[in-house]
């Protein structure tokens, strides 16, 4: 099966996926119920999941999880209420989704999703809510047992290459 976002009159933009054994497209889950649209974008799977970034008007724009096998929808709202986190640089690493995200008590920190239970924030490199990640700037990448980002420890125009050991912690 192959997830995707598509736009239609009834539901808006929308996770759609398509099945090529039975060459049949569907609309998977309505995020942001009628015609709205939720814009579901950076889809990325973590065992038989579909993650993705999709904004509602109740959330705003978060981390979301479908199980297309229970049929079921998980918004994780890492900043509860309308204003998001606004979750960028999704990236699949042993299973586990990696992604940045704003929190209002760290700022932009770098956050794991493990497929069972609510994203954990792993990084607070600059202290308090000082973005210490680059998130807009950069993407996340991978090597080894590492994850790699750059990062700020609040200083102006300050930035380095960072990692995160995803064995040892």
Known sequence: IIYFSATTVAYGRELCSYDPVKHKISMEWDT??????????ALQ????QVCFVAQTQASGRELNV??????????YEIVPGASGSNPMNLTVHNGKLYFSAQDLVYGNELFVYNGSSAPLRLTDIAPGNAH????????????GSR???????????????????????
């Open 32 to 41: 942001e119920p009628g015609s709205a649209s939720s814009n579901p974008y």
């Open 45 to 48: 799977t973590v065992g038989n």
């Open 66 to 75: 479908y199980d297309p096998v229970k049929k079921e929808l998980n918004c």
């Open 132 to 143: 210490s990640l680059q998130a807009a700037a950069c993407g996340i990448g991978n090597l």
């Open 147 to 169: 994850i790699y980002f750059a990062g700020s420890t609040g200083q102006v125009y300050e930035s380095m290459l960072c990692s995160y050991d995803t064995v040892t912690r």
